[in-house]
């Protein structure tokens, strides 16, 4: 799996933003994906997951009902549709991959192959 983040940008605080991680290989549906985050200073943290069929999902409290992680396999591709965003938003987002042999996973040392980060920044 060869994971690729893209769809970043600078936004208004209440603004939108859609992230895709994109996998160039041809065994996508093999592995469940997560997003997380990481803010200067901080350490990587959990935003939400889905399984490698999108059955089930799993997202942090803190981005509940603002954030719908969805999955085409067909396309090789997992979204992060981000609706309210506020400053706190304020991140760089990476994509991860773990097999589907394993159970879905909501810490960033669970995961085993990560895309690069997509630079996230939300303006008050």
């Known amino acids: 799996v060869q994971l690729q983040a893209s769809g970043g940008g600078l936004v208004q605080a209440g603004g939108s933003l859609r992230l895709s991680c994109a996998d160039s290989?041809?065994?996508?549906?093999?592995?469940?994906i997560g997003w997380f985050r990481q803010a200067p200073r901080k350490e990587r943290e959990f935003v939400a997951a889905?399984?490698?069929?999108?059955?089930?999902?799993n997202y942090a409290d803190s981005v509940k009902g603002r954030f719908t992680i969805s999955r085409d396999n067909a396309k090789n591709t997992v979204y992060l549709q981000m609706n309210n965003l506020g400053p706190e938003d304020t991140a760089d987002y990476y994509c991860?991959?773990?097999?589907?042999?394993?159970?879905?996973?909501?810490?960033?040392?669970?995961?085993?192959?990560w895309g690069q980060g997509t630079q996230v920044t939300v303006s008050s």
């Open positions: 991860g991959a773990r097999l589907k042999s394993k159970s879905l996973a909501f810490y960033a040392r669970q995961y085993t192959w």
């Open positions: 290989g041809n065994r996508f549906s093999d592995y469940h």
């Open positions: 889905i399984t490698w069929n999108g059955s089930t999902t």
